[in-house]
Every structure is written in C-alpha cells, then in structure tokens.
C-alpha cells in the first residue's frame, strides 16, 4: 500500500465519450503528477501541480484535462480521446521542495487505470 | 537536458544467479538517481535513490546500486536472484536545481528493464 489510490482502476471508453480519473493522496504531500505510461516507451510526465497550482504542462492536447482542488486530491478529465490515448494512467504525489522538501524527494506512485478507447 | 539510458530492454537471470540492470545517465552536474520497481498491474515502488551522501546505496528486497560518477553510471544490482524480483525496474533522474531549474522533483525516466527470473 503505498498511499495513494486512483479510480476507476480499468476504463473502457468510446471515442465522444466523457468520463474522469480520480488520485487521492493520503501521506501529507504537497506535489502531484500525473503520467502516462504507453507500452514501449518511457514514462511521460503529462502534468504537476504544486501547492494546488499546475506548474507543469507537457505539452498534453485539450482532450486531457486536470484538475486539483486540494493537495489531496488530483482529476484528470477525459473528452473525445483516440485510440493511441489507451495507455496505463499514473499519479504520483511527493513533497513540494517549497519549503521543506527537495529534488531527492520520493515520489510515490498510485496503482494506475488502465484506459482503452475504442 | 537530462536523459537516461537503459541498456537491454529484457534481461534474464536463473534463480540465485546476479542480477544487474544497468542505467546511464547525461547531465551536466550529477543528478539524484532513482530506481523504481513496477509489478504487474501495480504502480511504480521506490527501490532506492542517490543524494550523494554514498556512492553505494542500498535498498529493498536486497538491491543495491553503485554511483559512478566517471562512468556516469548507476547500475542496479542484487547478488542472488529470487523468483518473486520478475518484474520491470526503471531508472530515473531528477535535476538538483539552481538556475533553470524547476521547483520540484521532476523525473526523466529511462524506457525500462523486463527482468525475467528462471527456476
């Protein structure tokens, strides 16, 4: 159990379909990810928020969506997604450097949801 | 810019045999160095991480990983293999910071290591 949990674990979606990923952190971090996980490539940082502010955006397209309403919790939101969106979806919460932590801070990673749009 | 290189994409042990997964990195100054763990249909475990307290770190599960800096090389290695260590390690960096850098830890992964572990 590592502390962070994410729904649904699987998701089947059409392509006009809209439906939400939920993470929530339960070890007092500030830091959230999410990543996506493709078979036979690495793993691409999608997004970040730091004390609840998006800090990072990776170039995602407007078909992904996230939000953050409190350090606990992080969606990401789903609308007219492609096939090649299938992939392993994975949020990771840490410790924001500002002001206690830092760079070597663990990130710890939830079970993921494996998305498939059809 | 970072980046992380690991080399075999698969690589299979017997049981009892050493295990060794190599990871290289580039960046300009030494980096903090993670390796992470991912079982089937579960999220990524923290193995172990380089702060530059020692060059020689240990982790969990027995594994243990080597700082070299002239070989800008992090290798994971662990002396007896056990069935239940099949699974797919990753390699990841995370820049120190200063001028230029983010806030937070960002992580560069490397495309990851299937160890298979035969009986």
């Known amino acids: 159990e590592t502390g962070v949990t994410q729904t649904p674990r699987h998701l089947v979606m059409g392509m006009t379909n809209k439906k939400s990923l939920k993470c929530e952190q339960h070890l007092g971090h500030n830091a959230m990810y999410w990543y996506k996980q493709s078979a036979k490539k690495p793993l691409e940082l999608m997004f970040v928020y730091s004390l609840e502010e998006r800090v990072e955006n990776n170039s995602v397209p407007s078909r992904f969506s996230p939000e953050c309403p409190n350090s606990s919790h992080l969606f990401l939101h789903l609308h007219t997604l492609q096939p090649e969106d299938s992939a392993l979806y994975l949020c990771?919460?840490?410790?924001?450097?500002?002001?206690?932590?830092?760079?070597?801070?663990?990130?710890?990673f939830g079970p993921g949801t494996r998305l498939t749009v059809l | 810019a970072q980046s992380v290189t690991q080399l075999g994409s698969h690589v299979s042990v017997s049981e009892g045999a050493l295990v060794l997964l190599r990871c290289n990195y580039s960046s300009s100054v030494p980096p903090y160095l993670f390796w992470y763990v991912q079982y089937p249909n579960q999220g990524l475990q923290l193995l172990l991480k380089?702060?530059?307290?020692?060059?020689l770190v240990k982790g969990i599960n027995g594994f243990e990983a080597e700082f070299k800096k002239s070989e800008t090389s992090f290798h994971l290695t662990k002396p007896s293999a056990h069935m239940s260590d099949a699974a797919e390690y990753f390699c990841a960096v995370s820049d120190r910071g200063g001028a230029g850098g983010t806030s937070y830890g960002k992580l560069t992964f490397g495309q990851g290591t299937i160890l298979t572990v035969h009986p």
């Open positions: 380089y702060t530059s307290a020692a060059t």
């Open positions: 990771a919460s840490s410790q924001d450097p500002r002001p206690w932590g830092s760079r070597a801070d663990t990130q710890y």
